[in-house]
């Protein structure tokens, strides 16, 4: 390897020879010292060297353009100045890649740049630190689902991405070109964990991507998103809302301890509650009425009316229970003592709902009234239904948005900022 260690960690090695590698963050020349602050994924450190102190080669060497790539072999010294309490004192530098064209970012921060600046050269934002800060976010909260549904006895599982019917029964598919055949991308893994379940796996956890052809042009909306997936057998929808709820404080538990200066950078405190409070729709639905916001029982809330119900609970997070059965997708299970209310649940988080979930109907006669009372044609779910028919247990799962996850986490205004690379309605690029 090139580099000995990262800066995070020769931070903690004071006086010892290390080779550090990264990219030329920034420069500062006052004459006869100069100062290079060099980066890498774990962080920055400054360079320093005085003229006739070091060899003349090291001295030239601490003055380049922005970004570029360095190997830097010396010894870190405490200092009161520096940022993190120490700097680096070169012993010799080593260029590995100098940039040829000019950087379409400032990487420091100084200068902002649109986003769609930042994610037409993604490749250059990553280097970023608060964009840094994001993917280490993510990618921690996705390792804290799978590490907290293993322990809950959950069996991991890998879906098809393709699939011959639009899996929730809408039009909002991709059509792909399957050899002969017509085929769409996956809306949702949903079939796939039940088949899994009535198969007798149990237990199972996912994470996938989904493709939905929506044309939509908002800030919390995507065309491809990943979804973190859950289902269980032999349960109803208490036992995956405490599966959920547990997975959920896991995750906020994992990102607050393990990513506190990446939560700092993006000024985000991460707070952890003991519980999350479950409400039901018609609760909510009342309390907006009270509030002097007019919704009618049966409608959808909006974003505006997310938002309104984190003011009016006082909750960061809560879930909404008990929804009317016409507003969930057809495979949600009805109460029995009253069908136009199912057993389906969203998590809210930050006034915006990050997961949706419901007790299945794996009752074939059930399901087959429940299509037709969408105007759905159960021919064109028989695949579907055939599953039920052979010995289903009664199950329940829900599904976690990780983009929306990560923005509320890290306090983000966009949910393009969550994702690499994302794709909506125009970008298909980089």
Known sequence: MIRTHYIKDAKGRIGEDITLAGWVHDTRDIGKVRFLILRDKSGLIQLFAKKGAVDDAVFEQMVHPRETVLAVKG?????????????????????????EVKIPLDLTGKVP?????????????LRAPRTR??????????QAFRQSLISQGFEEMHPTCLAAAATEGGADVFSVKYFEKEATLVQSPQFYKQFAVVGGMD?????????????????????????MDAEMG???????????????????????????????????PLNVPAKVPRLTYSELVDKLNSADVKM??????????????????????????????????????????N????????????????SSGAQ??????????????????????????????????????WSIGLERLVMKMCNLHNIREAVMFPRDRTRLTP
């Not at 069908?339 to 990050?354: M, P, Q, S, T, V």
């Open 234 to 268: 032999f349960a109803d929808d208490n036992d995956a809302l405490d599966a959920l709820e547990r997975t959920f404080l896991d995750i906020l538990q994992v990102v607050a301890i393990e990513c506190k200066e990446e939560l700092e950078l993006l000024n985000s």
């Open 203 to 227: 237990k199972v956890f996912m994470t996938t991507p989904v493709f939905r052809a929506e044309k939509h042009n908002t800030l919390t909306h995507l065309n491809e998103v990943l979804q």
């Open 339 to 354: 069908d136009e209310i199912c057993k389906a649940y969203d998590l809210e988080y930050r006034g915006r709902e990050i």
């Open 113 to 125: 740049a649109e986003l769609d600046v930042r994610l037409d050269n993604r490749y250059v934002d």
């Open 360 to 397: 299945r109907i794996h009752v074939p006669a059930l399901l087959i009234e429940q299509l037709k009372k969408r105007g759905l044609e159960p021919k064109s779910f028989e695949f579907y239904i055939n599953a039920f028919r052979m010995g289903a247990p009664p199950h329940a799962g």
């Open 133 to 142: 800060a994001i993917f280490t976010i993510r990618a921690k909260a996705a």
């Open 296 to 337: 009618e029982w049966g409608e959808d809330f909006d974003t505006a009316k997310e938002a309104k119900l984190a003011e009016l609970t006082g909750q960061e997070a809560f879930f909404i229970t008990r929804w009317p059965t016409a507003l969930r997708a057809f495979y949600s299970m009805p109460l029995e003592e």
């Open 75 to 99: 010894h870190t010294v405490a200092s009161k100045i520096a940022s993190g309490g120490v700097e680096f004192a070169p012993s010799s530098i080593e260029v590995l890649s100098v940039p």
